[in-house]
């Protein structure tokens, strides 16, 4: 059987192929001419979130959203009756939650009177993701840096700069005169204060028990005050999150960042939600956790433009006029600073940033 997966091709002679196919650890799906689903295996029910009894007979399209690449190899492969490989597959089920990012491989189904194909799907999601949170720490860790001593070479000159301006004040004779100096000296207090802002917090973190929660509520009132009123503010929260050891201050900071980074995208109509859940056997960049609190911040704005997915997290980036593009940064090293980190998924209709924080030092109170 020759059609059927590598890794169990030799043991198909003497063996059930559908015991076979639902003891792989991959996701395999069989699919006739018309796009109709004939079979699903075990992890395939579980990764896309269906049965086959559900699924058979269902057209694939129903399986996925705009799965049109997807759909144009299992055409080839029909057509050709030669099988195909596809790496980095964006697929988004439609009874999932998020994207997947696949590797798949779409052969003739021999074993079928009509023309078919076998499509075996290996989830890489994870691999991905911890690939990336890997690559955005070591950019966060050279990136602190590097800001640290620009802002000293920019700090110097800019305090002799306004030294300069104060003396050259106390000379000229008239105030209109020294309404200059005053500029002078506004500008170079305004470039102090955006500096610091690249630097994000600089005191230690201070690290107390505290209920998630009470700052998740506090965030939340503030960013209704602030909200428009076409904008609609909802709280989820799992109840049996425990105590953590925080910094109260520092995450309420990152948090109300987050939060009005929601409203501005939503431009005066939409809704936000603040979420609390807890995952399990979840990574941040490679190191495992046994239990994750996650923060999430959703809302149903137009989405973080594409060009900008790889640098969102970097200071002065923004897809807002007048915004500083400081936000999203500093949030993202009070996380870091936390032993967590803040990722995002987002398409048009629905935006997720989602702050993970470590509970191995949570306390058994719940929140």
């Known amino acids: 059987m020759a059609a059927l997966p590598s890794s169990f091709a030799a043991a198909s002679a003497m063996a059930d192929p559908g015991r076979i196919l639902d003891s792989l650890s ?44 997807l759909d144009a ?9 030669r099988p195909f490989l596809r790496r980095e597959l964006a697929l988004r089920p439609v009874n999932g939650e998020g ?4 590797d798949c491989v779409v052969a003739p189904y021999e074993e ?4 078919a194909v076998l499509i075996e799907i290996s989830d890489t999601t994870q691999h991905q993701r911890i690939s990336r949170e ?21 700090k110097n000159p800019l305090g ?44 230690a973190v201070r690290r107390e028990r505290i209920n998630v929660h009470e700052i998740l509520d506090r965030v939340y009132r503030l960013a209704r005050a602030e909200a428009p009123a076409g904008v ?36 005066g109509r939409g809704r936000l939600t603040l979420r609390s859940r807890a995952l399990t056997n979840a990574t941040i960049g490679t190191e495992r956790h046994r239990v994750v609190a996650s923060l999430q911040f959703e809302d149903d704005g137009p989405g973080v433009p594409p060009e ?13 006029a007048g915004g500083t593009g400081l936000g999203l940064a500093v949030a993202q090293d009070i996380a870091t600073r936390h032993g967590g980190i803040i990722e995002f998924d987002s398409r048009p209709g629905h935006t997720v940033f989602s702050l993970l924080l470590p509970m191995e030092n949570a306390h058994d109170e719940a929140a």
């Open 26 to 69: 991959t996701s395999v799906l069989i699919v006739d001419r018309a796009r109709a689903i004939l079979y699903l295996n075990v992890a395939a029910e579980t990764l896309f979130g269906i049965s086959r009894n559900q699924a058979r007979g269902r057209p694939l399209e129903e399986l996925f959203a705009a799965a049109t690449e």
């Open 232 to 267: 609609g503010i909802e709280r989820d929260y799992d109840p049996s999150l425990p105590l953590l050891t925080l910094d109260r201050d520092l995450l309420v900071q990152a948090m109300l960042n987050l939060a009005r980074n929601a409203v501005q995208a939503l431009a």
């Open 134 to 154: 890997t690559a955005l720490l070591t950019q966060i860790d050279g990136r602190r840096l590097m800001i640290r001593q620009l802002a000293h070479e920019i």
């Open 73 to 81: 190899i299992v055409a080839r492969a029909l057509e050709t009756s």
């Open 160 to 203: 002799g700069l306004r030294g300069a301006a104060q003396l050259l004040e106390r000379e000229l004779p008239s105030d209109e005169l020294r309404e200059y100096t005053r500029v002078i000296i506004g500008e170079a207090d305004r470039l102090c204060a955006l500096v610091d802002s690249l630097l994000g917090p600089v005191r």
């Open 99 to 102: 994207e997947l990012i696949v």
């Open 112 to 115: 079928s009177a009509a023309p």
């Open 308 to 320: 900008l997915g790889e640098t969102i997290f970097y200071p002065l980036v923004t897809a807002r």
